[in-house]
């Protein structure tokens, strides 16, 4: 076995870093490794991989060589050393020899720590701007290329690391500095960690039972979020949810639920005609919710913004009267914190004067925008939201937090439980031996639940609120940096003027060749199709990406948006290069 | 610094292991140490650990000393040594000093492989037979004992790596071998490894532009599911979605979306009074969708069991007949395959005649019973599954996948995105660079959406469908020789009669002092009580964990399942003796 390659001591591994400097050393090695315990070895580890990252770097396109993933043989002693574990062969082990495996231990260790090389060196190199954002391929040509499919027969662990190397290749680096395509970007480390800990824990949310320290976390986190949007004590009631389409769909069926108790049981049928509202920028779930609550997509009013995207009060009002008239019951207001294109913040106040007048409840969908409320600076875009009847704040966008983590806030206790409790016996027993208030299940819309609590509060504990508050300014300061190094740039429109009240910021990118177009129908057709163009390149070469859509009349342009607190001056700069390389001939 | 403790090289760390055996000892590991570079050192350090199990498991109290985690002073030289990063202090260092921080790459590496080491040890204990499967405290002991709230400042990464120990430390071991409380129990250590690597990629399954391998990883897994099911050629739809009770949610949408595609634009209002149909044995979450939907819960006919918790068709069909003789509209049967308490088969192909016969949609919720699939021995128990036109199957149940990994298939393809889409321009440009095809977001009801298929298919590749075979007939084999053991034992009843379908065997413990009492009345209300007490015990012992419930006119009894592979006849064997030890003064 150990002549045809892969020992467990792999002296050449195929990430191409590790040969020792002679086999003596290596043996001095294994010598003075056998009369260690305990946890020193993973100290050293995370030593030696700060001197493994040159290595790394070079090896780019040797590290994922399909199912080929050959390990050298121990050559500390020409032959089979005296190493413990040096016959640990993972072409030869499968899973049934990881634990539970009796005496699946060290093998379980080994191929663990195995995993977790891979995912630091992924790690090290999302920060590294040396590095490629995205290895892009067509779909056709990824599956192609590697072999994905299923099989009856188990692969060995040393394909099973291989496949980790493979999908970490081709994966998109949404840590990357310079990866700017979604509101979620970056990798914060602490929340990293928190979600290992939250996948090594492996557990569900709906019992205290089962849970209990995930329980009162959420307990604990949920009701700071609930003080920082200004509810007295932090009072009310809220989930996390699967994401902020979920988290608005909640809002929107508790929201029916507190005006028509009734329709839990007897259903829409029994009740009048409902009708919501919500901004015409707002985001795409408020219809999704309403197609799915049977509320019916044509009951979505959506109200005109101003060119900056904010909801226009007085229309907001003109068409609750309208609805009004015609009999139909207006019973939901979306109001938008940080539009999903153009970052805006619809005018909270006044819309919660309207929602007042007319006995409506009002949403804030601030998944977007909730991150800034731990901003000394910039929390007034919010003010007004303490008069929300329900708020959709998604952590795992402006505040760094790893995916998923949406938090739904309610300002009414109890109400979700009413809405959603069946009274499951099986699972909500009512004679259990603690406090059964803790068991929040029932008050979902999921039996089982994921956590997604945990990131969030350690990230917490690790930063404080004031470190939240920092990178969340920092994002924002970018952004005004970004605006002011374009708004007057040659070759760049503004999609809307003024600073961006948020990180977004919306431009066009006007190749030379448009620039003194005159035919505007021309400019407008051929303009269309250069973001598109660019982003297909920058994908290929892969050195940065960013979104870009039409809006209503307006065609293709760039939404920049920067929630990653890697980014700095230097990313910006590096972007707007790279847009002119790239498009200049366009 | 150094002298006040703390140092990165920590021979006398906080889990009480690893002393070298003496400072020289030490001195010459430090001297090897810098001569290596790359990736041995990892593979030491799963070495080293298969050593440090002894020490871990006698400190377990030490390990979890709410923040007063002390670092020893590195003793290799008496004074600091010459090592690199020994003057890495977590007491002085901050969330801020890890990456993206200039130079942060040794402390992150170092906190995260500490992290790591902490991971590791609770995995290792969790297959740990001698280790509690739960540290039980009340809800406001666990509040009260440990600081949990979130502040302005932040925490030292000393103070962070506690919050882990901490949190670990009062988490239940759902991977324990006694774990048998939930449907979901187990800890595989490749869909372990899988789910690490998710976290690593952070990132959304929306597009195939930010999620290249994780959608067509789905594509795959989602067709070979299918097959397996027995669609041709796999061919259909699917999506992974937050849980089996939202997969049954989205069956029930696209079921009512199919008869009447106009709700999706006009609402309830539209269309005439649905009912839905599932036996009284079925999970609450179908009455929870109805709920949501607008449907309403009274239009959820529940359909008599027979005394194995099966569905019996000739209810369903008279019930079905009665509806539209109201004039209402039958929409939907929700079949179960494997019914949460007993674990019972509805009975599908009868049940797919009359859905033919009526022009209903069927649908099965295998959420729980699913994985019977993956077996030659057991899959006959789901014959019919391949006339549903919907399945809900959750691989995180029986599969042993970690949580959350809930599919629903469909075998129309095309219908989940008509159902949902809204076209939101700004997340599915139609004029990107590659096959839109994969992206699939727009057929979802969440926008971002967490990458739950990894695993799934990582634990696949390991395992082959054999594997998974194997695991599952392991568990029912064991569900088999509870019952065998139990059946005619002193002092237990079997709450249905016969050999269990599914892993689920349902049982009451009968103490001594009931057992002969005559008084049914009285027998009735002392032995309500005899279940809570008994899981009281257990769990303020520790030492296993099984779920309880009354159903219908039954009173409180024991459900006990097994979906973890490590268990074993041992453990069966040990669940009965503490039902015992813990109820005979009862």
């Known amino acids: 076995m150990a002549s045809t390659g892969s020992g467990f001591w792999s002296f050449g591994s195929e990430d191409g870093s590790g040969d020792p400097e002679n086999p003596s050393t290596a043996r001095a090695w294994c010598q003075?490794?056998?009369?260690?315990?305990?946890?020193?070895?993973?100290?050293?580890?995370?030593?030696?991989?700060?001197?493994?990252?040159?290595?790394?770097?070079?090896?780019?396109?040797k590290e994922t060589q399909g199912s080929t993933d050959k390990k050298t043989v121990c050559t500390c002693n020409q032959k089979p050393c005296s190493c413990l574990k040096m016959d640990l062969n993972y072409a030869c082990l499968h899973s049934t020899d990881l634990l539970p495996a009796c005496n699946g231990e060290e093998a379980t260790l080994s191929f663990l720590q195995d995993v977790m090389d891979i995912l630091l060196q992924y790690v090290v190199k999302s920060f590294d701007r040396s590095t490629k954002v995205i290895d892009f391929h067509y779909p056709n040509e990824l599956l192609q290329e590697h072999n994905w499919e299923l099989a009856d027969q188990p692969q060995t662990l040393e394909e099973i690391l291989s496949n980790c190397r493979t999908t970490l290749k081709y994966a998109i680096k949404t840590g990357h500095p310079r990866y700017f395509n979604q509101l979620s970007t970056g990798l914060d480390m602490v929340g990293l960690a928190a979600d290992w800990l939250t996948s090594t824990a492996n557990t569900n949310m709906f019992t205290y039972e089962i849970a209990p320290v995930f329980v009162l976390l959420e307990y604990v986190t949920l009701r700071k979020m609930r003080e920082i949007i200004g509810w007295p004590g932090g009072s009310g009631d809220g989930i996390f949810s699967p994401g902020g389409a979920i988290s608005n769909m909640y809002a929107m069926l508790?929201?029916?639920?507190?005006?028509?108790?009734?329709?839990?049981?007897?259903?829409?049928?029994?009740?009048?005609?409902?009708?919501?509202?919500?901004?015409?920028?707002?985001?795409?779930?408020?219809?999704?919710?309403?197609a799915a609550l049977g509320v019916g997509t044509d009951s979505v009013?959506?109200?005109?913004?101003?060119?900056?995207?904010?909801?226009?009060?007085?229309?907001?009002?003109?068409?609750?009267?309208?609805?009004k008239q015609k009999g139909f019951v207006p019973f939901f207001v979306s109001a938008t914190a940080g539009t999903?294109?153009?970052?805006?913040?619809?005018?909270?106040?006044?819309?919660?004067?309207?929602?007042?007048?007319?006995?409506?409840?009002?949403?804030?969908?601030?998944?977007?925008?909730?991150?800034?409320?731990?901003?000394?600076?910039?929390?007034?875009?919010?003010?007004?939201?303490?008069?929300?009847?329900?708020?959709?704040?998604?952590?795992?966008?402006?505040?760094?937090?790893?995916?998923?983590?949406?938090?739904?806030?309610?300002?009414?206790?109890?109400?979700?439980?009413?809405?959603?409790?069946?009274?499951?016996?099986?699972?909500?027993?009512?004679?259990?031996?603690?406090?059964?208030?803790?068991?929040?299940?029932?008050?979902?819309?999921?039996?089982?639940?994921?956590?997604?609590?945990?990131k969030l509060w350690l990230m917490w504990r690790a930063k404080g609120t004031t470190g939240f508050e920092a990178q969340i300014d920092k994002c924002l300061e970018l952004a005004e940096y970004l605006y002011?190094?374009?708004?007057?740039?040659?070759?760049?429109?503004m999609v809307f003027d003024?600073?961006?009240?948020?990180?977004?910021?919306c431009f066009w990118y006007i190749p030379p060749s448009l620039r003194h177009l005159e035919d505007k129908e021309e400019r407008m057709?051929?303009?269309?199709?250069?973001?598109?163009?660019?982003?297909?390149?920058?994908?290929?070469?892969?050195?940065?990406?960013?979104?870009?859509?039409?809006?209503g009349d307006k065609v293709n342009f760039f939404r920049m948006v920067i929630s990653n607190p890697a980014a700095t001056h230097q990313d910006i700069d590096f972007l707007i290069e790279e847009i002119e390389r790239l498009g200049q001939d366009l």
Not at 257 to 286: C, D, N, Q, Y
């Open 301 to 323: 009013i959506l109200i005109k913004c101003d060119e900056r995207g904010k909801m226009i009060p007085s229309d907001l009002e003109r068409r609750i009267v309208e609805v």
């Open 254 to 290: 508790i929201a029916r639920f507190k005006m028509f108790p009734e329709v839990k049981e007897k259903g829409m049928a029994a009740i009048p005609r409902l009708v919501a509202f919500t901004s015409e920028h707002s985001h795409f779930s408020v219809k999704k919710g309403a």
């Open 340 to 454: 999903t294109v153009y970052g805006a913040f619809d005018p909270l106040l006044a819309i919660a004067d309207i929602c007042k007048k007319y006995k409506i409840w009002m949403h804030v969908d601030a998944a977007w925008g909730g991150g800034l409320l731990m901003s000394r600076k910039h929390k007034w875009k919010l003010n007004g939201v303490e008069r929300a009847n329900s708020v959709t704040w998604n952590p795992h966008k402006m505040m760094g937090v790893p995916l998923q983590c949406s938090a739904l806030l309610v300002r009414e206790e109890g109400l979700m439980q009413s809405c959603n409790q069946m009274h499951a016996s099986y699972l909500f027993q009512q004679d259990k031996h603690y406090d059964l208030s803790y068991d929040t299940g029932d008050k979902a819309l999921q039996c089982g639940r994921h956590v997604d609590v945990f």
């Open 498 to 505: 003024g600073k961006p009240q948020h990180t977004n910021v």
């Open 484 to 493: 002011n190094l374009i708004k007057n740039r040659e070759g760049y429109e």
């Open 525 to 551: 057709s051929r303009l269309l199709k250069v973001a598109p163009v660019i982003k297909a390149r920058m994908m290929e070469y892969g050195t940065t990406m960013v979104s870009y859509q039409p809006l």
């Open 32 to 61: 003075v490794a056998q009369k260690f315990t305990g946890g020193i070895g993973n100290k050293l580890c995370a030593l030696l991989y700060g001197d493994a990252e040159k290595p790394m770097e070079t090896s780019n396109e």
